[in-house]
């Protein structure tokens, strides 16, 4: 048992969450437009009137051009709106008769319209007349009429299609991944205990049937578009509650079509190609310790990856091989095949043995076991090219793994506009199943990273702010664990040097921030460095800064040796820690894991006190130690819980500071840390955090004078303020490294409330800290007007910095908190 473990806290209250009520000032632009509300609204009757016709004659020419049929009254629109409508994320058009397609920047939107634009055109009538009703239609900016043709490709098309959009030829075959929205909410779930409330319920039920029956509509509606152009559909239907997504392959004149003209096509774009390595250059090493087998009750991990070389002699002992299956459809083995030493081989090793193997000299016994998921072939290619279609496959094929290592990536950067499939599909897997994806940022390719330091234009570590350095798709997802690498060594002698200085980012390794100003990667490890030549010639090599890692031996080649880097091995290195955290919270929802692995984290170096964009953009949180993750010290206390909000409701934690470390004549450096990991239900077709996820969360901590009567006052709306305003709390703010606004903290351009990761720091005097500190988690509401709960978990440290001060039993005596025995 852990000498100075975790303690868990229990919250202090529950109540209703207060919220900033400023009021938003009406845009000039919906001012000038009540002004002239006449001349506005003929102006937008016209435009209605062109789009009417226009598409009514296309209809007529469709006949006759031998296209997929298409109803007459249903067309795709694109409209400009106010932007601020979209603070609510629950805003639609459907009383407008019109349906949010994709939500665009600046207020833009695809749209379909469902009722020949007859809707709007009824509201834009009350508008005119000043009636009821009409009012939003000053929020209406622009309704475009120009050439579907143009505005249609720009917004559907993935950028890497896009470029090649003029060339597509009507005969050519090319494989796809499709998007299709579908933004039909329902209200929220009526209460049948209020008067009248079962009646409502059973309306309610209805319109869920209808909703169902529409969606069904709707996926027969694209098969039958697609099937008309002989597509051929590689995948099921992925749902992904306000659209679905597959895998086709489908002609040029099809997709024509399809993009500009199908109303309800969210997304088009070519199957992304995926890898995972950089390359191998060989140093061999030696190792003579006693490999013990796991405990029998030691948790699963599984490895997505390559297949496992299950007869090795460090990895046989940790494999259930009739648990091991392949999902290659070309190939059942289980075995690693890609050549010189295997890749998932190496990855299932790093989980196993993240500190390397030459530094053992007596007996190891492994942690836990690895379960050997095959879905790379030979070459080390992803043969399935719908993943997230196989990623849902694999969690409910193997429902006794609860964490997942995947060191498989797009070649590709990630799509800044919308969460990709794959990477919202995994957020559905642990929003829902409680599972946990530790996902690698991706690696630039050394060619890559050759021509840019042969330019000189953008020298290291400059180039990776390059678009095509940020993560690689699924590591944007919201919900993983995100892993990039950073440099184990320095290297300088007359032939080569380092890119890059000990703990600092690997010169491969993608950063972030991640979509939508998420922070991403989550945290690094140490996944190999690379040197460069200094003849001249920029030669790329990794001879001697290499990762030491196990291999395969079917080459003839050694069990382990150094010969490989990438961010695919610095993110077992962390699914080690993960397993290990999860050895000892084993009924804890898996936010607890994902907050504990970055409460754990630090920057490195002077990152951690003066941090700066770029350090977040670099490490995330940081290196995760397993001793802060997992365990405590004299000077260093964690205290931790899980539990469920909801929107608008926010609960408060206390925690109490000893007299003796608050002593006037002391000084010593106090870290507190502080993170919150949630999860919630997400959809696809809308932009930002508050839009894609159902609920969303924040924390806020008290200021350094506060008493728990104005923390309480100031963040729940239950008590009133005798008239009060905020800003007559004279509290003094604890200064945060990256604060909930990203203007306000040291760390600029990064809120931390944009995440679902939300970790901060600050260094506090002893003689400052209060009597207590107060921690609240607010719920925000996002789409779900259900009001569902959420799953949360909270940790709080306090370390003494640079001091030999004993505080874990002064803390926790204080609080009254008994360490839980192990039975």
């Not at 997304?267 to 003579?288: M, P, Q, R, W």
């Not at 990794?542 to 196990?550: A, C, F, G, H, Q």
Request: charged share 25%; hydrophobic share 35%; glycine share 6%.
């Amino acid at each position: 048992m852990n000498k100075f473990p975790h303690l868990k806290f229990s919250e202090k209250i529950v109540g209703t969450a207060k919220f900033d009520r400023s009021i938003i000032p009406i845009n000039p632009k919906t001012l000038k437009n009540k002004s002239n509300r006449k001349e506005y609204s003929i102006e937008l009757l016209r435009k209605t009137t062109i789009l009417n016709k226009e598409w009514t004659g296309y209809i007529v020419q469709r006949e006759e051009l031998n296209l997929a049929p298409l109803a007459a009254d249903v067309f795709p629109v694109y409209l400009q709106l106010n932007p601020s409508l979209f603070s609510d994320a629950n805003f639609d058009l459907h009383k407008f008769g019109i349906e949010i397609i994709s939500e665009e920047n600046d207020g833009f939107i695809i749209g379909a319209s469902t009722d020949s634009l007859r809707s709007l055109q009824e509201k834009i009538s009350l508008f005119f007349s000043q009636e009821r009703g009409g009012e939003k239609i000053a929020e209406f900016w622009q309704i475009i009429t120009g050439d579907r043709k143009i505005w249609k490709p720009q917004h559907i098309l993935t950028p890497e299609l896009q470029k090649k959009w003029e060339t597509i030829n009507d005969e050519e075959i090319y494989k796809l991944e499709v998007s299709i929205a579908f933004d039909m909410p329902l209200g929220a779930m009526p209460d049948a205990t209020k008067h009248g409330g079962k009646k409502r319920l059973a309306k309610y039920y209805q319109q869920y049937d209808d909703r169902m029956l529409k969606y069904d509509e709707r996926e027969a509606h694209f098969l039958k578009f697609i099937r008309f152009y002989n597509a051929e559909l590689h995948s099921g239907l992925i749902d992904l509650e306000d659209s679905f997504g597959c895998h086709i392959s489908l002609s040029g004149r099809g997709l024509k079509d399809l993009v500009i003209n199908y109303p309800f096509v969210f997304e088009v774009g070519e199957i992304e190609s995926i890898n995972s390595d950089l390359g191998i250059e060989a140093k061999t090493l030696d190792c003579n310790a006693e490999i013990l087998p796991p405990e029998e009750d030691s948790p699963e991990i599984g490895i997505i990856d390559s297949g496992i070389m299950e007869g090795h002699k460090y990895l046989s002992s940790a494999i259930k091989p009739e648990n091991s299956r392949s999902y290659l459809t070309s190939d059942s083995s289980t075995a690693d095949k890609v050549s010189r030493g295997g890749h998932g081989t190496k990855v299932a090793g790093a989980a196993l043995y993240p500190k390397g193997l030459s530094n053992l000299t007596s007996e190891y016994k492994l942690p836990f076991f690895v379960r050997n998921l095959r879905v790379l072939d030979h070459n080390n290619n992803f043969e399935h090219h719908f993943p997230a279609e196989l990623m849902k496959r694999i969690v409910e094929e193997n429902d006794d793994c609860k964490i997942f290592n995947l060191s498989i990536s797009s070649t590709a950067s990630f799509r800044t506009k919308h969460m990709s499939n794959w990477a919202a599909m995994l957020d559905k897997l642990i929003y829902e199943r409680n599972v946990l994806f530790i996902n690698a940022v991706g690696n630039i390719n050394s060619h890559v990273i050759k021509h840019y330091l042969s330019l000189n234009k953008y020298p290291y570590p400059h180039y990776l702010e390059r678009n095509y350095c940020r993560l690689a798709n699924p590591a944007q997802s919201s919900f993983s664990i995100s892993v990039g690498s950073i440099n184990h060594l320095s290297l300088d002698n007359v032939d080569w040097a380092s890119i890059g200085n000990e703990n600092e980012v690997a010169p491969y390794s993608r950063i972030g921030t991640g979509i939508w100003g998420h922070i991403k990667p989550d945290v690094v490890e140490y996944g190999g460095g690379m040197q460069v030549s200094k003849n001249g010639l920029f030669t790329i090599s990794y001879k001697d800064t290499s990762s030491e890692l196990l291999r395969t031996t079917t080459d003839g080649g050694s069990a382990f040796n150094q010969e490989s880097v990438g961010t695919s091995y610095a993110t077992p290195k962390v699914t080690h820690i993960a397993a290990e955290l999860s050895k000892l919270y084993k009924d804890e929802n898996v936010n607890l894991i994902r907050a504990l692995l970055v409460q754990g984290a630090r920057l490195p170096n002077d990152h951690f006190y003066n941090p700066t964009t770029v350090s977040i953009k670099h490490f995330g949180y940081g290196i995760p130690s397993l001793e802060r993750v997992t365990n405590n010290t004299e000077h260093r206390i964690t205290l931790y819980n899980t539990n469920f909000v909801k929107a608008k409701e926010a609960q408060i934690y206390s925690l109490k500071i000893p007299a003796e470390l608050r002593d006037p004549g002391d000084s010593y450096d106090v870290l507190l840390e502080i993170t919150l990991g949630f999860t919630a239900k997400n959809r696809r077709t809308r932009q930002k955090t508050k839009s894609y996820l159902s609920t969303w969360l924040e924390w806020k901590c008290s200021n350094l004078n506060d008493t728990y009567d104005d923390f309480r006052k100031r963040t729940l709306s239950d008590f009133v303020h005798d008239g009060e305003s905020d800003e007559n709390f004279s509290s003094e703010v604890i200064q945060f490294k990256i604060r909930e606004q990203s203007n306000w903290g040291a760390v600029k351009d990064i809120n931390r409330n944009r995440s679902s990761l939300q970790k901060d720091w600050a260094i506090i005097k002893s003689y400052e800290l209060p009597e207590e500190i107060h921690i609240a988690v607010l719920g925000h509401q996002g789409w779900d007007l259900d009001k569902e709960e959420i799953p949360y978990a909270l940790t709080v440290s306090l370390e003494i910095l640079g001091s030999n001060i004993p505080i874990y039993e002064l803390i926790r005596i204080e609080n009254e908190i008994e360490i839980e025995s192990e039975i």
